[in-house]
């Protein structure tokens, strides 16, 4: 295939992460002409940009990885329980390689726009270098949590130092040492960074709008044949992953939140209770109560001791007090972290509690808060982004009678059906849209059996000769109602809780929370009933 060629695809896959290599080579396998455009210059996605030190995922690596390929599971080495970000870029390139992807992929190729074409059913996919490539399919993997929420201080362009964007980070080299180093947010990401960037800089401080809560975790190596064991078993340790809720059975943030959901209510707790707790089980044991995702005085109260437990890591009084979060435990994705709390304990690092007047801006030389100056020579950006549909918005898509995706998930909200598919864009397969069970689970999981559904329904349609599917808007709007029901009754909805999983992090942004909870056993089941029923939910033309 040469870059020349635009015309004749059976299907088009938008990104190289990790949804759409293996959207390219199911596609591939089931015998149809695919093109994988990518905007950046190798495969990877969101573990390609997001190379800041301390980069890691918070499941195991055996389990955040392919399961379709017995190869590649065997032949792949992770070194560590829980991998790092340039060994998942790695993972990501020798699948490629193995997998040969990449004769189909464009790179410095990005999409911005795409329009369905209702008399020929098919999409005509618009580049940035002007291109048109025309497909009946049009698979979408352009990642959960690709496009970063620009955090929107003022000033930020008149800092003469050296602004990082841990979601856009150097290929190269950067050296912190003898620098005096700011960080502006303390999610999973700033979690991660903070601790290693405070072992180099001359001095951090850390710029903090809202505590996180983060679960202390070992990370370690693999034993001596511990790896090859672990493979020996892959076939149950896959088959244990699929029938676990949230996608991964063996030990993680996830099954720990599973786990705490057993024990008994802290509102019945002594305080004698209380404090075995903490000292048996430190933070995990301050939040390990039953009642704490489902009643929010029981969750207030976890919040208090949980401060806590901060407080016996974190010598300063204040600083501890000021790390104490005071939103809702488990409305946020779950952090982990190795020594976060202990890095407030080092002389060479500062916490500014924004909640005690907040950033004013950015300035030549450092950043000015309500609260004082401080000289910087770096800024760091830990700032998120704007997830789930944030990738498909700065696309123009224009769908049937020239219906906007942005202006439908801006007006009415982040609506699809499935998690799959939004009414009024036949043809057009979402990996991972609104409504799917990932950002409740591992995302390879979720992944995984989002791109097999897209593939079987592909290969149903073209054996029954049907050009199109699409989401009717009923069905659409009963799987909303159906996600929303689910999470009605739990601190995820809270309305102090800004978080991704609801667009509260991105000003403006419709308010929903935008995962499917029931887990990825349910969700399957309720897929297969979809699809036994001949596509309920769906037209198909
Ligand atoms: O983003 P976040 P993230 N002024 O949105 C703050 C995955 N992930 O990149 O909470 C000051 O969680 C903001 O403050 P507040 C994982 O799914 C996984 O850290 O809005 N502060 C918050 O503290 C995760 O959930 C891994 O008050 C500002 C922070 O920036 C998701 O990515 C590693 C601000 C943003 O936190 C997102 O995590 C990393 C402003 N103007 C990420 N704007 C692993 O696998 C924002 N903030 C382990």
Redesign the pocket.
């Known amino acids: 295939m040469t870059t020349s060629d635009t015309a004749g695809f059976d299907a088009i896959v938008i990104g190289a992460g990790f949804s759409g290599l293996y959207a390219l080579h199911r596609l591939r396998e089931q015998g149809l002409r695919t093109v994988v455009l990518e905007k950046a210059e190798n495969v990877g996605g969101t573990w390609l940009f997001?190379r800041y030190p301390g980069?890691?995922?918070?499941?195991e690596s055996i389990e955040y990885s392919y399961s379709f390929s017995d190869e590649t599971q065997q032949e792949w080495v992770w070194t560590e329980t829980m991998p790092r970000q340039p060994e998942i870029e790695a993972y990501l390139n020798f699948v490629a390689d193995r997998l040969d992807l990449r004769r189909d992929i464009r790179f410095h190729t990005e999409v911005t726009g795409m329009t369905f074409d209702e008399a020929a059913s098919r999409w005509e996919v618009r580049t940035a270098a002007g291109d048109t490539l025309t497909a009946p399919f049009v698979v979408a993997a352009t990642g959960i949590?690709s496009v970063p929420?620009e955090?929107?201080?003022a000033g930020m362009d008149t800092f003469g130092g050296l602004s990082l964007f841990?979601?856009r980070w150097p290929k190269h080299d950067v050296d912190l040492t003898g620098k005096r180093v700011g960080v502006?947010?303390?999610?999973?990401?700033?979690?991660?960074l903070i601790p290693v960037v405070a072992q180099q800089a001359e001095h951090l401080t850390v710029?903090?709008?809202?505590p996180?809560y983060t679960l202390p975790w070992e990370v370690r190596p693999f034993d001596d044949g511990e790896l090859d064991e672990l493979k020996a078993n892959y076939a149950e340790i896959r088959a244990a992953q699929r029938e676990h809720a949230v996608g991964a059975a063996r030990l993680s943030a996830f099954s720990v939140m599973f786990e705490m959901m057993t024990k008994p209510p802290l509102k019945s707790a002594s305080r004698e209770e209380q404090l075995r707790a903490i000292d048996e089980g430190g933070i995990i044991g301050a939040l390990s109560w039953g009642d704490v995702f489902f009643d929010i005085e029981a969750n207030q109260m976890a919040a208090k001791l949980y401060g806590e437990a901060v407080a016996r890591i974190v010598e300063d009084p204040a600083t501890a007090a000021a790390l104490t979060p005071t939103h809702p435990f488990g409305c946020?994705?779950p952090?982990?972290d190795q020594g976060y709390y202990q890095t407030f304990n080092r002389d060479n690092v500062t916490l500014v509690d924004?909640r005690k007047g907040?950033?004013v801006e950015v300035t030549p030389t450092g950043i000015r808060t309500e609260q004082g100056d401080y000289e910087l020579d770096a800024i760091i950006y830990?700032?998120?982004?704007d997830?789930m549909t944030g990738a498909m918005t700065r696309i123009s898509v224009t769908g049937r009678d020239g219906m906007s995706l942005a202006d439908f998930w801006s007006t009415e909200g982040p609506y699809a059906y499935l998690g799959i598919a939004v009414a009024g864009f036949p043809n057009l397969f979402i990996v991972q849209a609104p409504g799917s069970p990932a950002p409740a689970s591992n995302f390879v999981t979720a992944l995984e059996h989002h791109v097999e559904w897209i593939g079987d329904c592909i290969e149903y349609l073209r054996a029954n000769g049907y050009s199109t599917i699409e989401a009717l808007p009923d069905a659409q709007r009963e799987w909303i109602e159906h996600t929303a029901e689910l999470v009605a009754p739990t601190v995820l909805v809270h309305p102090t809780c800004?978080?991704?999983y609801n667009g509260g992090?991105v000003p403006g942004k419709k308010r929903m929370y935008m995962g499917y909870t029931a887990g990825i056993p349910e969700y399957r089941r309720r897929c297969d009933e979809v699809v036994d029923a001949g596509y309920a939910g769906f037209k198909l033309a």
């Open positions: 997001n980069a890691r995922c918070d499941i949590l929420k955090p929107e201080i841990t979601s502006i947010g303390t999610g999973s990401t700033g979690v991660q710029f903090q709008r809202s996180a946020k994705r952090i982990i924004l907040p950033i830990a700032t998120g982004f997830a800004n978080s991704w992090n």
